[in-house]
C-alpha cells in the first residue's frame, strides 16, 4: 500500500477530501448548522430601529389573511352562540348551493364517525372508536342549531375540535345537511305534497 502512497495519489486523495467537505455542506463545522443562522428571535432587542425593539407593529391598515375571524363582529355567526345561549337558527342564507356543499363536507369531516347518514356507525366507529349518539336520536335533533356548530367548533367528549379543519361558513353548512339528514327521517307527512306521498305509496307497495 505504503508504494503506492506517491505525491500523485496523495494530490487525488486531498481533492476527494475538499470533494467530501464541500457536499456534505456546513454540518460538519461544529456551531455551523443552518438552524443557528443570525437572525431576530420575537422580542429581541435590536439597534437596527430607534425604539430598539427587533420586532415592529404592524404597518397601519394591515388587512390580516387566512383563517382570522373578528368574533366580536358576529358573536352567533363565528361560535354558534349568543349570550352564552346556542342559537336557535343558522345565521347564514341556506339554500340547494349550502346543503350540497354541506353535504360534501360532511361526508369528509364527519361520516368517517357518524356514518353517511348521520346514525353514529361510520368505519372509525366499527372499528373502535365511541359509538356518537345517531343524530335521528330525540335527544341529538331537538338541539339548536347553534348546538352543533358549537360541538364542531369545541369537540365534545371524545370527539376533538373541528375549527382548524372547517372553517365558519362550511361548519354552518354541515348544520343545514344535518338538519336535512335529520327531516330525511323525522318529515312528518303533511308536509310531503300528492306528489311525494305518490311516489311513497309506489315504493311502499
Ligand atoms: C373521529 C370520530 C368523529 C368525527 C370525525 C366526528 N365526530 Fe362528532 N362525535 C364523535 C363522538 C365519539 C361523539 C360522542 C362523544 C362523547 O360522547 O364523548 C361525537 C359527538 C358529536 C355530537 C354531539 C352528539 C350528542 O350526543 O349531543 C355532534 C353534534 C357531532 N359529534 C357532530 C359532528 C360533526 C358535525 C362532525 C364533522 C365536522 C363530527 N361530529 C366529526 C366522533 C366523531
Not at 24 to 52: T, V, W, Y
Request: proline share 5%; glycine share 8%.
Amino acid at each position: 500500500m505504503l508504494k503506492h502512497f506517491n505525491a500523485k495519489s496523495l494530490f487525488g486523495m486531498s481533492f476527494l477530501v475538499i470533494f467530501v467537505l464541500l457536499s456534505s455542506g456546513c454540518d460538519i463545522i461544529p456551531g455551523r448548522h443552518m438552524r443557528d443562522q443570525a437572525k431576530f428571535e420575537p422580542l429581541e432587542a435590536s439597534s437596527l430601529f430607534g425604539n430598539e425593539r427587533a420586532s415592529q407593529n404592524l404597518p397601519e391598515n394591515t388587512v390580516p389573511r387566512g383563517e382570522w375571524y373578528d368574533i366580536e363582529s358576529n358573536e352567533a355567526l363565528y361560535t354558534g352562540m349568543q349570550d352564552g345561549e346556542a342559537v336557535e337558527n343558522i345565521p347564514i342564507a341556506v339554500d340547494r348551493d349550502v346543503i350540497l356543499r354541506g353535504q360534501e363536507r360532511f361526508n369528509i369531516y364527519c361520516s368517517p364517525c357518524h356514518g353517511r347518514v348521520g346514525d353514529g356507525q361510520g368505519m372509525i366507529v366499527q372499528r373502535g372508536m365511541k359509538q356518537p349518539n345517531s343524530f335521528h336520536s330525540e335527544q341529538v335533533r331537538s338541539q339548536p342549531d347553534g348546538y352543533y356548530f358549537n360541538v364542531m367548533t369545541n369537540g365534545f367528549g371524545v370527539m376533538y375540535s373541528y375549527a382548524s379543519r372547517v372553517n365558519p361558513e362550511d361548519r354552518w353548512a354541515i348544520v343545514a345537511y344535518i338538519r336535512a339528514l335529520q327531516f330525511s327521517q323525522n318529515a312528518p307527512l303533511d308536509v310531503l305534497t300528492e306528489e311525494d306521498l305518490e311516489q311513497i305509496e309506489s315504493v311502499v307497495e
